[in-house]
């Protein structure tokens, strides 16, 4: 399983979900190494498809695709509590990847 957070330098949001991160993988049992990327250039955001500031993906899917943004740069992205990926987002998207 490959996790992957994004993000841009100075998100107010990456220390809450990387807390969050942890807190699903430790209560899943599971040891997984997540992957951290600073998007630093609009290319780079371009070629990752990188719709914001976090964003967390499993296998490489956006775990909360429902607030994933159509437009590509380097900017904050806006999930339903104002802050990251829940919770459960994480958890189902590491559920669905230990299992299928």
Do not use: W
């Amino acid at each position: 399983m490959r996790i992957e957070l994004l993000y841009v330098a100075g998100c107010p949001h990456c220390d809450l979900t990387r807390n969050r991160i942890q807190a699903v993988l430790n209560r899943l049992n599971l040891d997984t190494e997540v992957i951290e990327r600073e998007i630093t250039d609009v290319e780079e955001a371009k070629d990752l498809r990188f719709t914001g500031s976090p964003t967390l993906r499993v296998d490489g899917a956006d775990v909360d695709p429902g607030n994933e943004g159509t437009a590509y740069g380097l900017s904050c992205r806006l999930y339903d509590d104002g802050q990251g990926p829940s919770e459960e987002a994480i958890r189902s998207a590491l559920l669905a990847a230990t299992n299928g």
